[in-house]
């Protein structure tokens, strides 16, 4: 169990929809990054908050949308969801250590997003 | 930007040792992960190099040239519950240090 939660575990909509996944990074760290993984695909760097702030975006599309609230947890926001978007959804979270540098990440379990 | 190859697919035997290897082209670099993802779970933290050389931890070892842009994963005595995906990451340079992760590497264990 690496301290990461996400719910849900599953989700099921259809297209045109929009969804939210939910992820608690690990105590005390307040870097969280959500990634995508499709089918065979690489983990897909979407778009990283800390401490509240947006602090870099990856290959994030216009339709999605994220925020890290005061308590550290943080939403994804996914918008007129397409067939493409199925795929397993990853939050991980880090530590960050001086210097500006970030510890390891560590990944929770995942929201598998099917999009009928 | 980052460029990361590793081999999509290795089939290895029960017991035997097997290395997956990872190259590299970064704009900076700041360390090299190692995660092992089972197949719909979580990719889990095996290893981090970010000096020249080997890191061992168990059955598992890390190797890193950083001059050859290089990095290898080695396991030991292998076991059924091995099988998974293997996946190479980055830590580039620059004020932000962005992580890239490879495509992995489907590694099967067979008897």
């Known amino acids: 169990d690496s301290g990461v939660t996400q719910t849900p575990k599953h989700l099921i909509t259809a297209t045109g929809q929009r969804v939210t996944l939910r992820c608690s990074p690990r105590s005390g760290d307040l870097s969280v990054y959500w990634y995508q993984q499709s089918l065979d695909q690489g983990l897909q760097f979407l778009i990283q908050?800390?401490?509240?702030?947006?602090?870099a975006k990856g290959n994030i599309l216009e339709r999605f949308s994220a925020q890290q609230f005061p308590d550290l947890h943080s939403e994804l926001n996914l918008s007129s969801l397409e067939l493409g978007d199925s795929a397993l959804y990853f939050c991980?979270?880090?530590?960050?250590?001086?210097?500006?540098?970030?510890?390891?990440?560590?990944f929770g379990p995942g929201t598998r997003l099917t999009v009928l | 930007g980052q460029n990361i190859d590793q081999p999509t697919e290795m089939t290895a035997t029960e017991g035997a040792i097997v290395q997956i290897n990872c190259t590299y082209q970064t704009s900076g670099f700041n360390g090299l992960f190692w995660y092992q993802q089972h197949a719909g779970e979580a990719p889990t933290f095996l290893s981090y190099n970010v000096l020249d050389g080997l890191e061992e931890k168990g059955r598992f070892s890390s190797f890193l040239s950083r001059s050859k842009g290089y990095s290898y994963l080695l396991l030991k005595e292998l076991q059924m519950k091995d099988s998974a995906s293997y996946l190479c990451a980055v830590r580039g340079g620059g004020g932000y240090q962005k992580v890239t992760f490879g495509i992995g590497t489907k590694l099967q264990v067979i008897p």
């Open positions: 908050y800390y401490n509240g702030e947006e602090r």
């Open positions: 991980a979270s880090s530590a960050q250590k001086a210097g500006g540098v970030y510890n390891t990440q560590y």
